[in-house]
């Protein structure tokens, strides 16, 4: 694990480690993921992004006249908790941090007090779980191993660097790192770290909603860090049996033990929620783990959940504004909610479908996804969902037919229109039932058939 740590450390922080009159340290995720053989998956464009946090009993003045020595850029620097954010003449960045030890009030969720150290217990002692708290001394290639997170690390647990308790309760977001890095890393708390959090749960209610969403979205999307099959679906157990899923998503969370028609699904409402992200495509994970939040909220008002797509769709909306989400998220994912039981059945008429097809195209790849991660979460059938077989074999039907599916691809334009006499406040709604008509009549896309169509629609409208 040391030649695996050392392979993985820049060159730049060897050259600064020699400089330093202290012992320079790295800790935290890279030096986790070296003992526990774990590397980071590469993004799109094949890079490997690691987090390289270093730190040492050295006053953060001195350490950024060392690392401006070696040729390293100072970024910023916060006097208050002797943290220096640089990068090196490869671009590659890095935080420093001075040992230092916290003092927390219960609730405040930021530090009321800092007191710099040279104990490296101490600064152990302030982070949050013992795996997260191994140091490697880069100058000397050793291992310090203040709070036996070594041990930790092999036996893939999580264990609270101070008493479980007080480490929750010095801050609530600790309680969605827990579930996050569990997601991530494959490891699970032990028994004292579950009973902690579990006792503070209430607090996740202090953090902001932009932090929390954070984390949700890092969670939901945990596979992707590591390659760690199954870990959405973790993380968010652990959510469920910790108590904080019912405090940053009291509506899906109700759905705990409300119990479907056991012709369709082998779960409730909340286990098939949670099963729904386990089999869907990252892309919509949070799509898929909202897809049914309507169905409480209709259960307890009307005892069924006929409406619960449309319901739904109002609740995610509200959920995601709640939970400062983007734009694009909160236009996006309401839409999927709302036509995930769209043609459940498979006995919408074509004609229809074509038409809902074209209308749709914005969300349509996304809502197959939808549909693929609910029909499996149900039974835990992995077999392509009906409605999805249906809906493929006619879109490819569709592109073979050269259906159009926006106004672009008409023979005719809005000049063209314009052109015929057709007033120009009139001219999008036009183009728009050119295309419906076109979704059942592909062979309408011509020119001159299009022009008799929108002088007909135009008098149509002028009735």
């Known amino acids: 694990m040391q030649k695996k740590l050392q392979s993985v450390i820049p060159n730049g922080l060897f050259s600064l480690a020699e400089l330093c009159p202290a012992p320079l340290y790295l800790v935290g995720g890279t030096v986790r993921d070296a003992v526990a053989g774990l590397t980071p998956l590469p993004d799109e464009a094949g890079k490997i992004h ?3 946090d270093i730190c040492a009993p050295m006053p953060y003045e001195t350490f950024a006249e060392c690392a401006t020595q070696a040729g390293f850029e100072i970024k910023s620097v ?4 002797g943290t220096v954010k640089c990068k090196d003449r490869d671009g590659i960045e890095y935080e420093y941090s001075c040992f230092r030890s916290d003092k927390y009030v219960r609730g405040t969720h930021v530090p009321v007090e800092i007191y710099f150290t040279q104990d490296i217990e101490l600064d152990a002692r302030r982070r949050d779980f013992t795996a997260n708290a191994v140091y490697y001394d ?5 291992f310090l191993d203040p709070l036996d997170g070594l041990t930790a690390i092999k036996e893939k647990r999580l264990s609270t660097v101070a008493p479980a308790k007080k480490v929750f309760g010095e801050d609530g977001l600790r309680l969605m790192r827990l579930a996050r890095q569990a997601a991530q890393l494959g490891f699970s708390p032990d028994e004292e770290c579950l009973l902690g959090a579990k006792e503070n749960a209430e607090l996740i209610k202090d953090i902001s909603p932009e932090r929390i969403f954070t984390e949700l979205t890092a969670l939901l999307t945990a ?8 870990g959405p679906y973790q993380g968010l157990k652990l959510l469920e049996e910790t108590g904080v899923l019912a405090h940053i998503l009291p509506e899906l969370a109700l759905g705990k033990n409300m119990a479907q028609r056991a012709d369709f699904h082998k779960y409730d409402v909340l286990e098939h929620s949670l099963r729904a ?8 994970r949070l799509a898929a783990l909202l897809h049914d939040v309507g169905k409480p909220f209709c259960k307890l008002r009307d005892g069924n959940s006929y409406a619960h797509p449309q319901e739904g769709a109002t609740l995610a909306k509200a959920i995601l504004a709640r939970l400062r989400a983007s734009k694009k998220s909160i236009q996006r994912i309401p839409a999927l909610v709302e036509w995930h039981m769209y043609d459940f059945d498979c006995k919408t008429k074509e004609t229809k ?6 209308t749709h195209q914005d969300i349509l790849q996304e809502l197959l996804l939808v549909k693929q991660a609910d029909f499996s979460a149900c039974t835990d059938d992995l077999s392509i969902a009906p409605t999805c077989k249906r809906w493929k074999a006619l879109l490819e039907q569709m592109k073979e037919e050269s259906v159009p599916f926006s106004v672009k691809e008409l023979a005719l334009s ?3 229109l314009t052109e015929l006499g057709i007033p120009l406040p009139r001219i999008s709604e036009i183009l728009q039932k050119l295309l419906l008509h076109l979704a059942c009549n592909p062979k309408d896309n011509t020119k001159e058939r299009l022009e008799k169509l929108a002088i007909s629609f135009s008098k149509e409208y002028s009735i």
């Open 50 to 52: 690691r987090d390289f």
């Open 138 to 142: 880069i100058k000397k290639g050793e």
């Open 353 to 358: 479908l074509r038409r809902f097809f074209v």
């Open 277 to 284: 992200v386990k089999y869907a495509d990252c892309s919509i």
């Open 414 to 416: 809005g000049k063209d």
């Open 223 to 230: 596979d992707t860090k590591y390659g760690v099959d199954g």
């Open 78 to 81: 916060f006097k208050t908790t």
